[in-house]
């Protein structure tokens, strides 16, 4: 059934509503008018403009008055657009229907009357818009003025006749629609206008005649520049100055036939529109004998940028008419691009009457009268304070005016702060009391500005802060005084620290030292070297820490110096400080190596050994070797050790290098020190201590078990337990015991359970290496279990050593047992809510699947291992393809196994059927002894799932039913069942199964996929 012309319409498609509208203009009634008429509200714009073009071409004498019956505000599209119909028709019918509209409250509507009252210039619709061009809305103002201006001269007389009818009043817009029509033929009869106008005739004239660009047009405005009203005349400069370089020439020309007022205005513009460029023009008039042409040159150098300008002005105040010289003076006092520096060079002169005129303008400025200075730097704006601050500093200060540059420095805009700062910098000591107090001020600001106002003071400030701190007055400001010191990297400063540093504790000094920057000055690590000999060793360690900032190669050079002290702590110190540096060259080494044997005691042989060891170059190295040669074996075991605890593989090599060659002299009484020695060189590679413990050396052994204590790797426990000689050493079998004794409670079963065998295996032997190392442990049942172990061998364990040493039983109070199975209950909450957010979190429905090589521990058993391993790799190829296909999760792989989870329940028994059927295919290709045969179980529930396992009864379920699947079978549980479309796979039960550790009885079933 074909739709309807008034349903075409409605169409978004275009030809769709286009054949609809020329069916509705073919049938031209009432009802498809009205149909077209309903286009105009529709959402597209073409849709709306074919639709006004169609009733505009409407035939019918009665198009006016059907149209008037449309005309309906509240459609705010139809109106417009049957307004403009009517616009174009330009009727008088039409035209008398649209009138109407331009009383309307609402201003849109307004608009559209007079946009379509624009539509045809003709007299009848201009006086209709006269009116709109006074219409309260600004828009609708103006678009009567751009209609009104299209309609071109032939409304030329109806707005003469406005302008004169209504002579004294406002009509701007009419003026300039007079002007912009006319033009330059206007202008002979807007003088007429001008001469005899009010005020806003005049106005309206000057504010529109000049976007005629003439020179008609710029005469005219030179003559408004002579109007009695300064407003008028600041409307024609500014109209003057907008036309720039067009009115330069005949605003010249008409310079020397104008009276004063237009000259005066006439240079202003000048001034304006060529800037420095003006000075020759602004000269001649400086030249001149008349005051009066003088005084204009001078008010226009106020004006100009440049220092050229300003000099010239400066010169003015030697004009020898005081008038001329005076006036001069009030414009440099009012020019607000001075520069200070130019007029304070005048103060010299020989000449009595410039040198007044200048401390005149300064003191106008407000440098001599501070309170106003202080005012306005307190209420002033941007722009006036950072003016004042310049001025500032060229004058003396008083604690009033330093109080205020204080609180300046945390003062919002950036600028202000750092004129405010350097206003401080150029008082120097004058205001250094001040800034020290400013450094405990809350402002972050405040006290980065005032460190820095310290800093570029100097040495002048230092001798303020050393009194200051002398005094003792303010406890609470020493900090910041010894931070202020530290960081002006002046040697002077340095001394006064050690005062602080014998005073206050280390947590303040170290909070102090913090914010200390980098020292760069070589005078200063000269002074801190000489201090290193403070006779409290807590101040020279604080010092030497200064040091540790150093970067600058100069400054480190001047360290090394240190090395060649008389003092043996000056060394010392040296050595730890070099020790804390990196990019240490070799050449810096070669001194370091040589340095070994310099010193006498052992504490600076360890710091310098430290220093080799962190930067074991080849000459490091063989220092360090030829000096363990020539010294006595307890302070070469003891540099040995410093220097492995530095950890750097080349220095560990030449140790393990000197030690194999030196075991010799290992004796029972050096143990300890080697074994911590070789827990450091075998670290990464504890398989040499395992070996060690083969050595027939009874020392060696014990070394290596001593350093096995330090290593944790639970393989290390079943080595030791492996490798230890028959009928060994008591002596090292103790320390065995306890070395293993942290094994007895490691996460490992298997490991845990190896140990207390082993340790069960030796008997009452364990009793008293057990009770040594039973302080140990810090948990109270671990404790139990250790005496439960002792005593289960025949052993006798004090009962005291239950509690840590020094620890009293506790015996609890009725209140205290109160409180603690409140604590116990607390706690239950406390873990039922964690149980709930994993239960929330954590928990999910998912399809577990155990897949498994059935018969794989006997083929692993006589095959070889490059044989399984190939077996195991075909076995990964075929299934975990499969797995990802169907969207599983493999969790976990234990050799032949697979742990494989599915949010979609089907995916996983989808997914078991095509890993039978490409096992089946596999099967076909190789020989018997390598087919694989896999059995498959899934089972369904709620689980806890993580990253990389899962956790939940139905994890356990799935792996029981693994045990009663055969190869190439896919055994599925009644949960699995119920969660699965029973329709798309073919299954047959497999009867009821009591699975162990389950509660209630299973059934099972098996997917048929053959």
Known sequence: MSQSPFDLIKSNDEAIWRNGLDILIKEHDKASFNGIVSMLSDISWHKREAAALALQNWQTPDLPSLLKDCLDPSQIDQFYWILKILGNLGTEECISL??????????????????????KCSLNNARALYPMLNDTNWAVRKLAFEHLLSFGEIILDDLRKIILASFNSSNHSVIALFIKIGRDDMIPELQTYYSKGSFAVRHAILSAIGELESNQAIDFLIDGLSDPSWALRLIASEQLSKLGHRAFDRLTASFGRTDSIVRHEIVKILVSLLSDKALPLINRLLSAPDQEHRMLAIENLARLKSDEATNTLISCLSDQDRIVSDYAADCLAQKSNLNLDLIIEKLNTEDENLRFQIIKIIGSIGGIALTPIIRILENGTKQERLFLLGVLQKIAPNEVLIALLINLLKDKYWPIRNAAANCLVRYETAGVRAVVIALNDQSDDVRFWASKVLSQIGPKAIKVLTDVLSDGTDPNLIPHIISALLSMSHPDAVPAVTKFLEDNDDYRIESVFASVPEITSKDVVSTILGLLTHPEERVAIWLSKLLTKLKSLNARRTVFLGLSHSNEKVRYYVSTVIASWENITENDIKIIGRQLFVERTVRNLRAVVVILAKNPFESALQSLNK????????IMLDLMFEAAKQSHPKCLKMLDNYINQHSEIITLEDVEQVGNILSYLYKDSPEGLIKGLSSASKAYRMCCIIALDSISDRKLAFSIMENLIPDEDPEIMERAVKTLSKFLFHDDFRLKGAVTEFMLELGTFIEKPLAECIDNFENEIDRKAIIDL???????VDPTLLRKKNQEKVILSDSHLDEVLERRKQAMEEIEKYDELIKV???MDLAIMFTDVKGFTAFSSKASLSEVMSMLKQHDEILQPVFKKYGGDALKKIGDAFLVV??????????????QKRLREFNQTVPEERKLAIRIAINSGSVIRTENDVMGDAVNLASRIEGIADAFEIVISEFTLARIDKSVFELEPHGTHQFKGIAKPVAAYKVKWQ
């Open 98 to 119: 649209i009138k109407p509209v331009l009383s309307y409250k609402d201003s849109e509507l307004r608009g559209y009357a007079v946009r379509a009252l624009g539509l």
């Open 627 to 634: 000096f363990l040669e020539n010294c006595d074996p307890p």
């Open 790 to 796: 002792i005593e289960s061998v025949g052993g006798k």
């Open 841 to 843: 979190s954590h928990t």
């Open 902 to 915: 599915f949010e979609n329940h089907s995916n996983a028994l989808l997914a078991a059927i095509e890993i």
